[in-house]
């Protein structure tokens, strides 16, 4: 079994008698469903439902819940969610990863394994996007692969719930 910490017992589901694998949340925030058109020579051309695809083949067998919303509270309500019904949590806050105190706090409670993830690399930007409060709780972060960075998150969520 791959991840110990935060109670990794809380990977499974009974369904039908059988024991069936918890989706992993990949929850992206505000403006990200504009990516394509945004900014492409920082975010690049892939569209948001091109990553949703890219990390729906990368997940295989293993369920997902992939979403997006420009709503700060939408987002905690679903970690809040995940916390109940999920394996891992893949998540690229976008701008509120370096404002919301309150995402932070949901994302303290969540018993299993986050990865923090960003498209740029956030280190080679403005000082306002240096100082990301989700860090303090990600298992791992994945920051600068671009679009390319979803799967890899994806591949490495899988081997940490199973
Ligand atoms: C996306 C955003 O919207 C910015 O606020 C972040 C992140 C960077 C990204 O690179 O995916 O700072």
């Not at 929850?27 to 695809?53: K, M, Q």
């Amino acid at each position: 079994m791959g991840y110990k910490g935060r109670g990794g017992a809380r990977l499974y589901k009974r369904e039908k008698g059988n024991l069936m694998p918890k989706p992993i949340y990949v929850l992206n925030g505000p403006n990200l469903n504009r990516l394509g058109t945004r900014e492409p020579h920082i975010y690049g051309t892939t569209t948001l439902a091109d990553v949703e695809a890219m990390c729906r083949a990368e997940a295989k067998e293993q369920p997902i819940e992939f979403r997006q919303t420009n709503s700060e509270t939408q987002l905690i309500d679903w970690v809040h969610e995940a916390i109940d019904k999920g394996s891992g949590i893949i998540i690229n806050p976008a701008a509120y990863t370096f404002t919301s105190l309150a995402l932070f706090d949901a994302l303290k409670m969540f018993p299993g394994p986050i990865i923090e993830l960003h498209i740029s690399n956030v280190h080679k930007r403005e000082a306002y996007y240096h100082n990301s409060y989700v860090s303090k709780v990600a298992t791992a972060i994945i920051i600068g692969l671009g679009a390319k960075g979803y799967p890899a998150a994806v591949r490495a969520m899988r081997d940490l719930v199973h």
